[in-house]
């Protein structure tokens, strides 16, 4: 569990993951030593994965986001959902509950981006079914844990 301290460190990081440890040791009221102690903790125990910056999708031309849910079948589904994962277009694959098996996040550049994509999961032997939907607004992307 993460103490008080833990938590208002990663509430800086989230605010700006570039501020220096002494900035941060300023902020959450405590010495740079224990800031630095703490986030390499964090590291070395995989609580905080990495470091990226979060960058603008149409600055890279993909201007259309699709939420794919899959029916997977003959009891191939995590080694079909790591397949799916290899693609950059893909930025998510979750395992879920109820009616399909899977769900994917993909940004792409435009519709025939898009249905290629589609027709080579449907290629794929296991994949029985998809339904895409297509964002049409975005209202809310969150990257960050917030604590």
Same mark, same amino acid.
């Given at each position: 569990?993460?103490?008080?301290?833990? +938590?208002?460190?990663?509430?800086?990081?989230?605010?700006?993951?570039?501020?220096?440890?002494?900035?941060?040791?300023?902020?959450?009221?405590?010495?740079?030593?224990?800031?630095?102690? +703490?986030? +390499?903790?964090?590291?070395?125990?995989?609580?905080?994965?990495?470091?990226?910056?979060?960058?603008?999708?149409?600055?890279?031309?993909?201007?259309?986001?699709?939420?794919?849910?899959?029916?997977?079948?003959?009891?191939?589904?995590?080694?079909?959902?790591?397949?799916?994962?290899?693609?950059?277009?893909?930025?998510?694959?979750?395992?879920?509950?109820?009616?399909?098996?899977?769900?994917?996040?993909?940004?792409? +550049?435009?519709?025939?981006?898009?249905?290629?994509?589609?027709?080579?999961?449907?290629?794929?032997?296991?994949?029985?079914?998809?339904?895409?939907?297509?964002?049409?607004?975005?209202?809310?992307?969150?990257?960050?844990?917030?604590?």
């Amino acid at each position: 569990m993460i103490d008080d301290l833990g +938590k208002k460190i990663i509430r800086v990081l989230n605010q700006n993951a570039r501020r220096s440890f002494r900035e941060i040791a300023k902020e959450v009221g405590t010495s740079v030593t224990a800031v630095i102690h +703490k986030i +390499k903790k964090f590291e070395e125990s995989g609580i905080i994965k990495g470091y990226i910056p979060i960058v603008d999708p149409e600055y890279f031309d993909l201007k259309l986001i699709a939420i794919i849910a899959l029916r997977i079948s003959r009891g191939k589904l995590l080694e079909t959902q790591k397949k799916i994962a290899e693609d950059p277009r893909v930025v998510a694959v979750y395992d879920i509950t109820g009616e399909w098996d899977s769900m994917i996040i993909g940004y792409f +550049k435009d519709r025939q981006d898009l249905n290629s994509f589609i027709k080579n999961l449907l290629s794929q032997e296991n994949v029985d079914r998809s339904v895409t939907h297509i964002v049409l607004n975005m209202v809310k992307e969150e990257r960050r844990i917030l604590v």
